[in-house]
């Protein structure tokens, strides 16, 4: 399975980007899928979270109100609204696919960078 993120952009504070991350497997409508950021000199963090049906989603506190995770199972793909961009949202964003059935994200894309001027 491979994932592609795309989407990635440098705009200015407030505005908003897209983020979409198609994943190339035949198992993706069962799997739970995430973002997650890594700004520079930090650790990777989650960002947000949505399981196989798109019923349940999980944000972490600081993108809750501006950034929406949503899928299209059709398509194989997951994305990521970000609204109200912040220069604290720079990073560079990868999406994740939780094993069919588990709970870990064992397969990760390749990052799409996100850079957010004031």
């Known amino acids: 399975v491979q994932l592609q993120a795309s989407g990635g952009g440098l705009v200015q504070a407030g505005a908003s980007l897209r983020l979409s991350c198609a994943h190339s497997?035949?198992?993706?409508?069962?799997?739970?899928m995430g973002w997650f950021r890594q700004a520079p000199g930090k650790e990777r963090e989650f960002v947000a979270a949505?399981?196989?049906?798109?019923?349940?989603?999980y944000y972490t506190d600081s993108v809750k109100g501006r950034f929406t995770i949503s899928r299209d199972n059709a398509k194989n793909t997951v994305y990521l609204q970000m609204n109200s961009l912040k220069p604290e949202d720079t990073a560079i964003y990868y999406c994740?696919?939780?094993?069919?059935?588990?709970?870990?994200?064992?397969?990760w894309g390749q990052g799409t960078q996100v850079t957010v001027s004031s």
């Open positions: 497997g035949r198992t993706f409508s069962r799997q739970g």
């Open positions: 949505i399981d196989w049906s798109g019923d349940s989603t």
């Open positions: 994740a696919a939780r094993s069919v059935g588990g709970t870990r994200f064992d397969n």
